[in-house]
Structure formats: C-alpha cells, structure tokens
C-alpha cells in the first residue's frame, strides 16, 4: 500500500510559478506510476500529468503542455509539478495520486489535496 503527501499550492498571479511536491512511502511507492490531478470548482477531476517510476515515461493535459514540467526524485521517493505561466484557469486543488497505468485510471492512492489559486 502507498502513502501520498502533497504539498506546495498557494496564491500566485497569473503569468506566475508554483512547484506542487508529492512524497510516498510504502513498500511499492517506488514501483508506481505518479501524477496529478486537479478539481475546478463545479468541475469534474481531471488528469494533469503523471510519471512512470523509473522517469522514461511521463504524459500531460494538452491544455498543461509546455507549461507544466513532473519530475521524480527515485532515491527520494518525491514527485514535483512544476507549474509556470499559470493561468485563473489553472486554480483548482490539486491531488496526487499513484497506480499502475501512466493515464492513472485506476489511481490506487491519493494525497489529500493543495489548494492552487491563481489571480487574473
């Protein structure tokens, strides 16, 4: 079983940065896929980027690419989103989650969310 601690949101004007980090623990949180999603108020969850365990791997939203950068620390057992030029329409709670799949359609774990708003 996976443990996930996120954390890392805050109050950022748009055009700006934040850098979302995910910690797991547990005896296969190496072995698993880990990602984020999000949720806009009055929207459904959706699927923001996720990365494979051994980083050959990793898949995007279309409307985060190029914007958004994950990156995971193996040794560290961490996950980072980098998040830059963000938009109001990237305000949401974030939560990372790990599974097996890279789309993270089954996640197997959940962190439990950090708050990302961003300011027109």
């Known amino acids: 079983q996976v443990q996930l601690k996120d954390a890392g949101g805050g109050l950022v004007q748009a055009g700006g940065s934040l850098t979302l980090s995910c910690t797991a623990s547990g005896r296969t949180a190496g072995s698993q896929v880990i990602g984020w999603f999000r949720q806009a108020p009055g929207k459904e969850r959706e699927f923001v980027a996720s990365i494979n365990w051994d980083r050959t791997k990793s898949s995007y939203v279309d409307s985060v690419k190029g914007r958004f950068t994950i990156s995971r620390d193996i040794g560290k057992n961490m996950v980072s989103l980098q998040m830059n030029s963000l938009k109001p329409e990237d305000t949401a709670v974030y939560s990372c989650?790990?599974?097996?799949?890279?789309?993270?359609?089954?996640?197997?774990?959940w962190g439990q969310g950090t708050q990302v708003t961003v300011s027109s």
């Open positions: 989650a790990a599974g097996y799949s890279l789309e993270l359609g089954r996640p197997s774990a």
